[in-house]
């Protein structure tokens, strides 16, 4: 049947809804406005982290696109952007805190990024980095190694989406071996993304393999996703589980 039949065969629990105040922190999500593909304006930001306050979080990481060719964003935008949700926030009477860093693409421009010591970042000194969706990009090895000379530590983002990468188990062994963080999309595990890219994150949670889970959350249908996910086996499997890092970011 091979390596991805049968996924929907079986028969799923029935399960409570996971309570999501346990990962206490969210990191991946696209909430300041109108700066790349995630919220539109100002009251979709609130909208959207009212939802991520409901769930439970305390605290969001919200991570705005960088890519050379569609959203040019720099720290200076971001930090900018951050400013008027947390004011937003605050006039609103929303109490939970909001951060910000950004989701690299692995692109031509990364490298000077680097170099120059421009990334923002979360955690402890963590760096969120994205792959193009077609194909693993050229001198990838070198990238990662230069995030870490420069001191940064690389965090790959929804790494159970590249289906590149879905038949050759050995590309996210040898990412761990390199010393990068893996970071899953909750919503990954609703099978919305495809039956594929679900059973890929579902291995990677069996591998203990995940250091991060994300909501990539860009509106309300990505909030009703991680509503859905709640009652899932994988997530129940995964919240507890000690080598998360989300609670200490």
């Not at 799923?12 to 995630?38: N, T």
């Not at 900018?80 to 989701?103: C, F, S, T, Y």
């Not at 919305?192 to 991060?212: Q, T």
């Not at 860009?218 to 080598?243: D, F």
Request: aromatic share 10%; net charge negative; with cysteine.
């Amino acid at each position: 049947m091979g390596l991805f039949g049968g996924l929907f065969k079986k028969k799923e629990p029935v399960l409570y809804p996971v309570d999501l105040s346990i990962l206490q922190v969210d990191i991946h999500s696209h909430f300041i406005p109108g700066i790349d593909d995630g919220a539109k304006t100002i009251e979709d930001s609130i909208e959207l982290i009212s939802a991520m306050k409901d769930f439970g979080y305390r605290k969001v990481i919200t991570t705005p696109h960088i890519m050379s060719d569609y959203y040019r964003n720099t720290p200076e935008i971001i930090l900018a952007g951050l400013e008027k949700v947390r004011a937003a926030l605050k006039q609103n009477n929303i109490d939970i805190e909001v951060d910000a860093a950004a989701e690299y693409n692995v692109d031509a421009d990364f490298p000077e990024k680097i170099e120059n010591k421009e990334l923002l970042t979360f955690g402890d000194n963590y760096v969120l980095f994205e792959l193009p969706f077609m194909e693993e990009p050229g001198g990838l090895k070198d990238v990662i190694w230069q995030m870490q000379a420069a001191g940064y530590k690389p965090a790959l983002a929804h790494v159970e989406r590249y289906q590149f990468w879905h038949h050759q188990w050995d590309k996210f062994e040898d990412m761990i071996n390199r010393g990068v963080l893996l970071q899953i999309n909750i919503g990954s595990l609703t099978g919305s993304y495809g039956p594929e890219v679900r059973e890929v994150a579902e291995k990677l949670i069996d591998s203990d393999m995940i250091s991060l889970l994300g909501s990539d959350c860009h509106h309300m249908g990505h909030v009703e996703m991680i509503n859905s996910a709640r009652t899932k086996e994988y997530l129940h499997k995964i919240v507890n589980n000690p080598k998360l890092l989300n609670k200490k970011l």
